[in-house]
């Protein structure tokens, strides 16, 4: 079954939405918002992306690794990355992070 996304004016309510999925908040031409949820010990491999992103930790507590260099989030924290560089994350307990993806023009 399809989920709801967001729609322009609408409020969404980011510590439920996607439950305990990954998904897709909104996609547009310009940015992605993505609410990612990740269990205990579960780990999203080095990647990197074109457009700069943000980071922000909405429940619980992740490492974020920013090339090599780890960097704690918990809830309420944010980082944000320039565009190429390279990242992964590892979660220590139950997270969700809203992350969202600049497109380079």
Request: proline share 6%; charged share 20%; glycine share 10%.
């Amino acid at each position: 079954m399809a989920h709801e996304h967001a729609e322009p004016g609408k409020v969404m309510d980011l510590n439920s939405f996607g439950g305990t999925a990954s998904t897709a908040v909104v996609k547009e031409k310009e940015f992605e918002a993505i609410r990612v949820y990740l269990s205990p010990g579960k780990k999203i491999p080095p990647h990197k992306v074109d457009g700069p992103i943000t980071v922000h930790c909405l429940s619980g507590s992740c490492t974020f690794f920013v090339g090599d260099e780890p960097r704690e989030l918990v809830q309420g924290s944010w980082l944000y990355l320039e565009g190429g560089a390279m990242h992964a994350l590892e979660a220590e307990e139950e997270c969700a992070v809203l992350v969202t993806i600049l497109f380079a023009n």
